[in-house]
């Protein structure tokens, strides 16, 4: 039997939540700037928006499948190696991409590397590590707060990306921002390993039942089946506007840098929309503030692609989707800690992100199909509009409260 170790006196909870952002930061922005180099990738190498859209989708299939296994190896053995080598995997990915000659291995480093690699070092982990070391009351708060964190390292990456292509060229881009990764292994040293336990976090919560049983009851949660079928809208929509609306916005005329620039208005105004759905979600139903999200992206995208593109349209649409963005993850992931409790939190909120990455997956990988086959991405625009009007029905019957068999397993214990 593992004996815990005591938590070293510089690991406070400040320090643990202001690296957690930072590995956040670093792990959203490379990610959210994929889509500036399909143009760039496509025509050196010949091929089609299909090969780079099916190596995105590839990217978030994997990302999601590899959320419950990062999320069951943190459970077990702390955030702190899942986020290391994650990272590891995720630097090697993107320095890799410009010597992939072949479509095998720009789905091998674009893909799986660096979907294996975010499986680990992104905000899946965070969440589980945060939900964990802080009291119930702070959670949707940190949450939040990591949330925004990706969302300022979008802001950053976008231009800074752009900046790197037209002074260096892609391949020297892709290989700056993989060296950035390096920094995560240093970050990820603040959070307990296997053998540690931290003298500030508040008793893991939730019903003493083995891994198996506590996913077979998630399943068995009627509000838990929904909850991740609208996160699945989620990833659909975020996965095909990050990779797609910069060529996108190319093809109807607007110049490539203004296109960086929607992404990284996305990224800042996402700082406020998620630390906002953070501290609401810790006040208010997080179901509703969910239905209000999906709700409002599907007529804001509707009104975009139903008005003339202009600079003004361009930037308005990015700052009202970016108040939208990753504000589905606090209501979200702080659902799944009030159904299930924390004990098997990793695991839970990595089925969910799975659904969120399957979305990722027909998102993308259907934008870059349907514009080859018709020259245009408006079928894949308004099957988004349709979808976000699903997510908004589908939260509403959401309960609130802890399932039924945990309470009663805990009344029990």
């Known amino acids: 039997m593992t004996t815990a170790s005591p938590a070293p006196s510089w690991r406070t909870p400040a320090l643990v939540v202001v690296c957690g952002c930072l590995i956040s930061m670093l792990a959203f922005g490379p990610r959210s700037s994929m889509g500036l180099f399909i143009g760039p990738l496509s025509e050196t190498n010949g091929w089609g928006r299909d090969v780079f859209a099916l190596a995105m989708a590839i990217q978030n299939l994997l ?18 190696p899942v986020i290391a080598g994650g ?4 630097a090697a990915g993107l320095a890799l991409m410009p010597y992939a000659e072949t479509h095998a291995g720009l789905y091998l480093t674009a893909g799986v590397m660096v979907g294996l690699g975010l499986a680990g070092a992104s905000f899946g982990t965070i969440i589980a590590g945060f939900t964990r070391l802080l009291p119930p009351e702070k959670r949707t708060w940190s949450i939040g707060i990591a949330t925004a964190a990706g969302s300022m390292g979008q802001f950053l990456f976008a231009p800074l990306g752009q900046a790197f292509i037209a002074g260096f060229g892609w391949q020297t881009a892709l290989m700056l921002m993989g ?31 083995g891994f198996a049983a506590a996913v077979r009851q998630a399943f068995q949660h009627r509000s838990y089946v929904l909850l991740i079928s609208g996160f699945f809208v989620c990833g659909f929509q975020l996965a095909f506007i990050t990779t797609h609306l910069p060529p996108y916005l190319v093809g109807a005329g607007i110049s490539p840098s203004l296109a960086a ?30 239905c209000a999200n999906y709700f409002l992206r599907g007529v804001s995208t509707a009104a975009f692609i139903l008005l003339p593109i202009s600079p003004a349209t361009v930037l308005i649409y990015a700052a009202m989707m970016g108040l939208l963005w990753l504000s ?5 992931s ?7 409790g924390t004990r098997y939190m990793g695991t839970l909120y990595g089925f969910a992100f799975f659904s969120h990455q399957v979305g990722g997956f ?25 979808l976000a009007m699903f997510a908004t029905i589908v939260h509403w019957p959401i309960s609130e409260k802890p399932a039924p068999s945990l309470a009663a397993a805990e009344a029990k214990a």
């Open 179 to 209: 060296g950035s990764m390096l920094l995560v292994p240093v970050l990820a040293g603040v959070f307990p390993g296997a053998k540690e336990s931290n003298a500030t976090a508040p008793a893991v919560t939730g019903a003493n039942i």
């Open 334 to 340: 702080g659902l799944v800690a009030l159904m299930f």
């Open 328 to 332: 589905t993850v606090p209501p979200t």
């Open 261 to 290: 620039w929607a992404l990284a208005l996305i990224g800042l105004f996402n700082v406020v929309g998620s630390y906002a759905s953070g501290v609401l979600a810790g006040k208010m139903s997080k179901r509703y503030l969910l």
């Open 362 to 386: 027909l998102g993308v990988w259907l934008g870059g199909v349907l514009y080859e086959r018709t020259g245009s991405y408006d079928m894949v625009w308004w099957l988004g509009v349709a």
């Open 63 to 80: 990302w999601g499948l590899g959320g419950p296994f990062a999320g069951a190896l943190t459970d077990r053995y702390g955030p702190a």
């Open 87 to 90: 990272g590891l995997l995720y």
